[in-house]
Structure formats: structure tokens, C-alpha cells
């Protein structure tokens, strides 16, 4: 009997405390599965859209350019004897740049020419001599065959001059291409080469450029093509110089590019300004025209997924994820074309936490326009 006494004296606190244990448990099961408290909603700040007056503009980048620009090159082989290049300085059309040696073809050259006098001379004999064969033919004094062998040596050496004097012009020419002249007035670059170095045509003697007129090239997206025109006005700034300069479009490419979806377009700048380069990088504003009706919100609105633009929209209490697409922007706000119109109120703040259909409460709300 004790020891059945014992054995409940045990037990019992065990079987106690088990079942407490499960009455926790169960009860904070049913904690846990129960319905979750419902998360406040994101407090967060809103714009409502109105239309304003957009002078739509981008701001593209653009090189200097040259009205004319060449490098020199010679159109032979051969040694540098003459070096009439002065860096920096303005050359007129056709000044003499550079002379190659020509030693070799004023020698051939004076050789033709002993030539072609000594054959002179043996003409004019053989023209006397073809003028007495035929006075002795009219009086039959020779025979026809006679005759017609004076006749032929006549033909020949005539035939000999003409050959000479071809070799002779063909030797001026090439002494032509020794000579290298400026092929416009312009401004000359550095000296690449030096007095008796032995260039080739794929040599660059110098540079030399028109600067009197400059121009600009830039190129704009290709969904701006269509709004380009000649005459066009375009504004455009430089590095280290603290004022705008002015250009008017003078043509476009015929075609965009395929690569980067682009289209060249070149202007001539307004004046001469001593600071522009031909080779600077420039800045360049152009106005695409004035939109009336344009809708504007800020540009940290948008929410870029993809090839897709999103903004959240305020529909009641919920943030409504809208697609959109965008035209032109500054430094602070971007055209929406498609997606919204004029009295929708955009998000503004809190995007990095919102969700679709997400609670939402607004703290404050303004109208935006156009700055």
C-alpha cells in the first residue's frame, strides 16, 4: 500500500503540470492563428496634377567644329627639303607648305629635253631631205618607194618627239605632287614632321582649319527629329566660359542612326568668339516648341520596372501603381504624356514602402505646375 501511495505522490504533480502545459500552449495557439491586427495606414504627402505652359527644351551634348578642316598630307614619297609651316599662323589659298626633294626628276627632266632638241634637229633634216624626194618624184629623178621611205623616217622621228614629250609632262606632274600648298585660307596646326624626314602619303605634315566660321554638331533623340528645322535657333555654353552662345541650324543627317536612335544635326555658330575651339565639348539647349496643356510632376515620382515608368496614384485611401510615359524633363520635373490627366493627385513621398492597394493616408497636398 505505501508504495502505491508513493507512486500517485508522484505522478499526480506530473500529470498536473502536463496538463497546464497544454492549456498554455493551446492558448497561445490560438493567439497566434487568430485574425492579425490590421497595420495602420502609410502617412505619406501628395500633389494633385494641373496643366500648365511647358517650354519644352532638352539639353544634349555637342562638339565644336571647324567650318573646314584638313590634314595635310603629301601626295608622294619621298625626302622633306622644304618646311613652310609656322604653327598657329593664318596661310592663304595655295601657299607653299612643303617640297619634297626632286632631284632625281629635274635630272630625267633635262635629259628629255637634250633629247627631244636633238630629235628637233634630225626632223627638220629629214624634212628637207623628204622635200627634195619629192621634187625628184615629180620629175621621176627617184621612185615612189624612194620617196615614200623619206616620208616615213619624217613620220617617225615626229612620232619620237610626241613619245618624249609625253615622258616630259609626265615628270612635270609628278614634280607637281613634290609641292604641297594650303588648300584654303585657314589657321595651321602643329608641325608633325621635320625638315628631311623621309615621309609618304600617309604622312601628316600639319593641320589647318577654317576659323573665321565655326560650327556645331550635336545629335538629338530620334523622337525629336520631326521637331528640327533649318533656321532653327539652338543656345549652347562651353567649359570655363561663364556666358551663352548662339547657333542657327544649317542641316540635318538624312537619316537616323541605327546605333544609337539619333540624329545629327550641325549648326553655324553666330560670330567669332576668340574662346570657342574648334574640338570643345559644348552644352546645347533647344527649345522643341510650347505646350500649353502640359502635365508635370517632380521626377523622383517615378518608378522605373523594366522598360516601364510607374507612379502611385491616390484612389480614396489606396495607392493605385499607374503606368506612364514620359516626354521631356529638367533637373527637377518630367512631361507625363500618357497615364494622367489634369486633377489626378500623385504621391509624392513614402514611395520606397508603398505597395498596390496599399493604405494610405495623406499628410499634405498641393497643386504643382510648371516652374
Known sequence: MRKIYLYIFIIAPLFIAACGGKDKKGKGANANNGTPQKQPPLSVEAMIVASSTL??????????LAN????????SSGRLVLLNVKEGALVGKGTLLAKLYDGDMLAQLNSLNVQIKKAEVQLKI????????AKLLKIQGISQQDYDMSLLQVNNIMADINVLRAQQGVIKANMTKLNVYAPYSGKLGLKQVSPGAFVTPASIITTISQVNQ??????IPEKYSAQVKKGQAV???ID???KSFTATVLATEDAVEA????????????????????????????????????????????IPQGRKKMIFLARGNKALSTEIT????????????TGIQQGDTVITSGLLFLKPNADIKISQIKAKTAE
Open 214 to 219: 565655326l560650327k556645331i554638331q550635336f545629335n
Open 68 to 75: 573646314e578642316s584638313t590634314e595635310i598630307h603629301p601626295e
Open 326 to 337: 514620359t516626354g521631356v524633363r529638367d533637373s527637377a520635373n518630367i512631361q507625363v504624356l
Open 259 to 302: 546605333d544609337t536612335r539619333s540624329l545629327a544635326v550641325r549648326a553655324v555658330i553666330t560670330g567669332n568668339d576668340p574662346a570657342l575651339v574648334p574640338g570643345a565639348f559644348a552644352k546645347v539647349k533647344m527649345v522643341l516648341g510650347e505646350d500649353k496643356d502640359a502635365l508635370l510632376i517632380p521626377n523622383d515620382c517615378v
Open 240 to 242: 570655363g566660359v561663364n
Open 55 to 64: 517650354n519644352a527644351q532638352i539639353e544634349i551634348p555637342g562638339t565644336i
Open 235 to 237: 543656345d549652347f555654353t
Open 126 to 133: 629629214a624634212q628637207q631631205s623628204e622635200d627634195r624626194s
